[in-house]
C-alpha cells in the first residue's frame, strides 16, 4: 500500500526549462560550425556566461528589459542583439563571422569531443559521443577508456563483474545518475554498468567532490549523469555492429523522429543485443578468463516541448545471463540451487523502470518554474558462486520536485524541492539476510549569486530515515574567473548514505572465505574539501588546457571490508573516523596540430582506513597512474585515429591462506600497462572500425588463488589487480541516417566541405 501511494504522489510533478536559449556558429571561409567558449552577455543586467561544446546556450529572461545580449568569441567579428519582452522562450540561431578570412589561410573549429564546463560552478568534465566512439564502447563500463578521471577495474576473476572508482574510493561513493535520475544503486551496483549501452549515449558528465544538494545526500566521491540520445535530436536510424576475437558480438538498433506537425512531440526506440560465446581460457588453470552468456535491452521514449509545458518520459527493460566458472560448468535454472560438481558462477538479471520529467512555467513569470523528476523500477537478480547462493528482489521509487525563482534579479537564484526515495529489498545469502524497507523523504534550498567572475552556490539539505532519523547535508561550491583563461573552483559538503553489506559486495561470494556480518548497520558519513584550477592558453595557434585538483574525503562510520583480521574470513565492520582519501590529478592538453591532438594525465592517490585495528592503505587501488592520449582526424573528417596508454602503479594485496599452510609472500601489485587503440573510416553513412585493448598482452599472474580445489576456504579468485584477458582485437560498424533537418544541414555542408 505504501508503495502504491509513493506512486500516486509522483503524479504530481513538472520540470523546468530555460526560457531563452540560443546556439552560437561560426562562419569561415569554408563553413559553419558550432562554437565551443563564445562569450554571451547581458549589458543591462550583468548576466555573462559562455556557450558549450555545442555552441549552446541559456538563460533566464531578466525583469529590466530591454537589454543588449552581446556575442563575442575569439577571431571572429562580435555581434549584438536587442531583447524585449517578445524574446520569452525564444530561441536564437546567431552565425558569427570570421575576421581572418586570409586567401591562403583556412580557420576551421574543431569541436572537441571532451571539454571542460566554462559555466558550471562545480568542475564538471563533460564526455561526448564522439569521444566514447574512440573506443568502440559497448556498454557504460567501457565508456572510460579515454578518460583519466574514473577507473574501471574488475571486481574478480570468474564473474565478470566490473566497478568504477573515482578518487580511489569504491563506486558505491560516486552517485551515478540517468539524466538527473538516480540509476545503478542497490541490486544494480554489481551488474549494471552493462545495461547501459554505449551507443545509447549522448553524453557523460563527470563531476568530483559533493554534489548539489538538489541531485541527493548519496555524492559522496563524485556524480556521473548519463545523458541519453534525445528523440528529437536523434539519427532517424543508427544500427551498430561489433564483434571481438573473444567471441563476442553485438548489435545495437536505434532511431528517433518528429511525430507532430508543429514538431512538439517526439519518440525514439533503442534496442540493444549482445552474446559471448567463446570458452576462452588463455591461462590454463581451468576456468573461463571471461564468462559466456547474452544481455539484452530495450527503451523507448517520448517528448514534448511547448512553449511553457514540457514532458519526457520512458519505459525501460533489460535481461542478463552469464555462466563463467570452470569450463565445464552447465547450470540448469531449474535446478540451480542444486550444489554443482563443478565450480560455477550463475547470474541472472532482469529490471524494468519507468522515468518521467515534466514542467511548467508561470505565466507573465518566466524566471518561475516547479519541476519534477521521478522514477520507479522493478530488479530481480539471482546468482551462484560455487556452492554460495543469492537472491534478491528490489522495488524503488523516486521523486525529487524542485522550484525555481529569482530575488530581485538573475543575480541572485533560489532552488527549493522536496524529494522522496523508497526502496524495498528482500535478499538471500546462504545463512545471512538483510531484508529491509527504506522511505527516505527530504526538503532542499539553495542559493546562487552570479556575478561577473564571482559565481557562489550554498546549499543544504535535511533527509529523515525512517530507520536512522534526520540527517543534515550542508554543500557550498565557488568559482571564481581570474581572467578570461583562468577559472578557479573550491567545494566543500557533506554526503551519507546506508551500506547494504551484501549487495554492495556481492562478488566477494568469489571466494571461500566465510562472511561475518556487521555488528550493527550505521550510514556512513563524508566529509568532502577540494577545488581545482583550469587554465587555457594557446599553443600554435590553438586552444589548449591545463587542469589541476585536489580533493580530500574524510569518513564517519565508514562500512569497511576487513579480509586482513581474519585469513579465513571476510569481516564487515564499522570504523569510527579512520577512513580517508588524498586525490590530486593533473592533465594538460595540447593540439599538436591542426589535426592531432595530445592529452596527458598523472594521478595520485592515498586511500587509507583501519584494518585489523592498523591504518594501512586499501586492497587494490595503485597510488599512481599515468595517462596519454593520441587523438588525429583528418581535415575532411573521415579518417579517425586514437591511441591511448594507462600506466597503473602498485597496490597493496591482502595476505591470503594458502592451501600449502602457508601465507601469501607477494603482497603488492605489479607495475603493469593497459594499451588501446582504434582506426575509424567514415564513408558517406556508413562507418566502419577495428582496434584493439591491451595490446601489450600484459596478464596477471594467477589471478584465481588454489584454482584446483574451488571449493575449498583457499579458493579465491577476488584477489584481481590486472588484466585477466590477453590482447583482444575488435571490429564493427556504424550505419547512420540523420532525421530530415539535420540531413539538409548534412547536404549542404557537404557541398562546401573540404576534400
Keep these: 500500500m505504501k508503495f502504491i501511494l509513493f506512486i500516486g504522489i509522483l503524479l504530481l510533478s513538472f520540470y523546468g526549462q530555460s526560457q531563452v536559449r540560443g546556439t552560437v556558429y561560426g562562419r569561415d571561409a569554408t563553413k559553419t560550425n558550432a562554437i565551443y567558449g563564445a562569450s554571451v552577455v547581458l549589458l543591462r543586467s550583468q548576466i555573462k556566461l559562455r556557450t558549450d561544446e555545442d555552441g549552446k546556450f541559456e538563460f533566464i529572461l531578466p525583469k529590466e528589459l530591454p537589454d543588449t545580449m552581446v556575442i563575442q568569441a575569439r577571431d571572429h567579428k562580435p555581434d549584438t542583439v536587442l531583447l524585449t519582452k517578445d524574446d520569452r522562450f525564444s530561441n536564437f540561431t546567431i552565425t558569427l563571422y570570421s575576421d581572418l578570412l586570409l586567401p591562403e589561410v583556412i580557420v576551421a573549429y574543431k569541436k572537441g569531443s571532451k571539454s571542460i564546463s566554462k559555466l558550471k560552478t562545480l568542475l564538471t568534465e563533460e564526455i561526448s559521443s564522439d569521444e566514447l566512439k574512440k573506443a568502440a564502447c559497448c556498454n557504460l563500463s567501457e565508456s572510460f577508456e579515454t578518460n583519466a578521471s574514473v577507473d574501471v577495474s574488475i571486481t574478480d576473476a570468474v564473474s565478470g563483474a566490473k566497478q568504477i572508482q573515482m578518487?580511489?574510493?569504491?563506486?558505491?561513493?560516486?552517485?551515478?545518475?540517468?539524466?538527473?535520475?538516480?540509476?545503478?544503486?542497490?541490486?544494480?551496483?554489481?551488474?549494471?554498468?552493462n545495461s547501459i549501452p554505449g551507443t545509447w549515449v549522448n553524453s557523460i558528465q563527470i563531476t568530483k567532490g559533493t554534489g548539489t544538494v538538489v541531485n541527493g545526500y548519496e555524492s559522496m566521491a563524485g556524480l556521473i549523469n548519463i545523458e541519453i540520445k534525445k528523440p528529437d535530436e536523434m539519427e532517424e536510424l543508427f544500427v551498430n555492429g561489433y564483434g571481438n576475437i573473444f567471441g563476442r558480438g553485438e548489435l545495437n538498433v536505434h532511431g528517433g523522429r518528429k511525430i507532430s506537425k508543429n514538431n512538439r512531440w517526439s519518440t525514439g526506440i533503442f534496442a540493444h543485443g549482445a552474446t559471448v560465446q567463446g570458452k576462452i581460457d588463455n591461462n590454463s588453470d581451468g576456468f573461463k578468463d571471461l564468462p559466456t552468456g547474452y544481455n539484452a535491452?530495450?527503451?523507448?521514449?517520448?517528448?514534448?516541448?511547448?512553449?511553457?509545458?514540457?514532458?519526457?518520459?520512458?519505459?525501460?527493460?533489460?535481461?542478463?545471463?552469464?555462466?563463467?566458472?570452470?569450463?565445464?560448468?552447465?547450470?540448469?535454472?531449474?535446478?540451480?540451487?542444486?550444489?554443482?560438481?563443478?565450480?560455477?558462477?550463475?547470474?541472472?538479471?532482469?529490471?524494468?523502470?519507468?522515468?518521467?520529467?515534466?514542467?511548467?512555467?508561470?505565466?507573465?513569470?518566466?524566471?518561475?518554474?516547479?519541476?519534477?523528476?521521478?522514477?520507479?523500477?522493478?530488479?530481480?537478480?539471482?546468482?551462484?558462486?560455487?556452492?554460495?547462493?543469492?537472491?534478491?528482489?528490489?522495488?524503488r521509487g523516486y521523486i525529487n520536485a524542485i522550484y525555481d525563482d529569482i530575488i530581485g534579479s538573475t543575480i541572485h537564484k533560489t532552488r527549493i524541492g522536496v524529494s522522496a526515495v523508497y526502496a524495498n529489498f528482500t535478499q538471500r545469502m546462504d545463512s545471512l539476510n538483510?531484508?529491509?524497507?527504506?522511505?527516505?523523504?527530504?526538503?532542499?534550498?539553495?542559493?546562487?549569486?552570479?556575478g561577473l567572475r564571482l559565481v557562489n552556490v550554498l546549499g543544504a539539505r535535511v533527509d529523515y530515515h525512517n530507520l536512522f532519523g534526520a540527517m543534515f547535508s550542508p554543500r557550498m561550491h565557488t568559482k571564481y574567473t581570474l581572467t578570461e583563461w583562468t577559472d578557479l573552483r573550491f567545494t566543500a559538503g557533506r554526503g551519507w548514505r546506508v551500506p547494504n553489506y551484501i549487495i554492495d559486495n556481492l562478488s566477494l561470494l568469489a571466494t571461500g572465505r566465510t562472511w561475518t556480518a556487521p555488528a550493527e548497520i550505521k550510514p556512513e558519513v563524508s566529509w568532502n574539501i577540494g577545488g581545482s584550477v583550469v587554465q587555457e592558453f594557446k599553443f600554435r595557434k590553438q586552444n589548449a588546457s591545463l587542469i589541476l585538483d585536489y580533493y580530500y574525503t574524510?569518513?564517519?562510520?565508514?562500512?569497511?571490508?576487513d579480509r586482513d583480521v581474519l585469513f579465513n574470513s571476510i569481516v564487515f565492520q564499522n570504523i569510527a573516523n579512520n577512513s580517508f582519501s588524498h586525490s590530486f590529478q593533473a592533465e594538460l592538453t595540447l593540439p599538436l596540430t591542426k589535426v592531432l591532438d595530445l592529452r596527458m594525465a598523472y594521478k595520485y592517490l592515498d586511500v587509507q582506513a583501519e584494518f585489523n585495528g592498523e591504518l594501512q592503505s586499501k586492497i587494490t587501488v595503485p597510488k599512481h597512474r599515468g595517462f596519454v592520449n593520441l587523438g588525429y582526424q583528418s581535415r575532411n573528417k573521415r579518417w579517425m585515429v586514437d591511441a591511448t596508454t594507462s600506466i597503473f602503479g602498485k597496490s597493496r594485496l591482502p595476505v591470503t591462506l594458502l592451501s600449502t599452510g602457508t601465507y601469501t609472500t607477494e603482497n603488492e601489485s605489479e607495475i603493469f600497462p593497459m594499451v588501446s587503440g582504434q582506426i575509424t573510416h567514415v564513408y558517406k553513412r556508413w562507418e566502419f572500425y577495428v582496434g584493439g585493448e591491451n595490446l601489450t598482452n600484459y596478464v596477471q599472474n594467477n589471478p584465481i588463488l588454489d584454482a584446483q580445489n574451488p571449493f575449498s576456504t583457499t579458493f579465491d579468485a577476488t584477489r584481481v589487480w590486472g588484466p585477466v584477458l590477453g590482447a583482444m582485437i575488435y571490429g564493427g560498424f556504424r550505419f547512420i541516417i540523420p532525421q530530415k533537418e539535420d540531413l539538409k544541414d548534412e547536404m549542404i555542408l557537404e557541398k562546401i566541405d573540404i576534400k
Design 167 to 193: 578518487m580511489g574510493l569504491a563506486g558505491i561513493y560516486t552517485q551515478i545518475q540517468m539524466e538527473n535520475i538516480p540509476y545503478l544503486r542497490g541490486l544494480e551496483s554489481t551488474f549494471g554498468l
Design 297 to 395: 535491452a530495450v527503451l523507448s521514449r517520448w517528448a514534448y516541448h511547448g512553449p511553457r509545458f514540457e514532458t519526457q518520459f520512458g519505459v525501460n527493460g533489460y535481461l542478463d545471463q552469464k555462466v563463467g566458472g570452470e569450463l565445464n560448468y552447465n547450470p540448469e535454472p531449474s535446478n540451480i540451487t542444486v550444489a554443482p560438481t563443478d565450480y560455477g558462477v550463475f547470474n541472472d538479471t532482469k529490471h524494468a523502470d519507468f522515468y518521467a520529467k515534466t514542467g511548467f512555467l508561470f505565466k507573465g513569470k518566466p524566471y518561475r518554474s516547479i519541476g519534477v523528476l521521478y522514477n520507479v523500477k522493478y530488479q530481480e537478480t539471482d546468482a551462484v558462486f560455487g556452492s554460495g547462493q543469492f537472491t534478491g528482489i528490489e522495488r
Design 554 to 561: 574524510f569518513f564517519e562510520n565508514q562500512l569497511v571490508v
Design 434 to 450: 538483510d531484508d529491509r524497507e527504506e522511505i527516505v523523504p527530504g526538503v532542499f534550498a539553495e542559493y546562487t549569486y552570479t
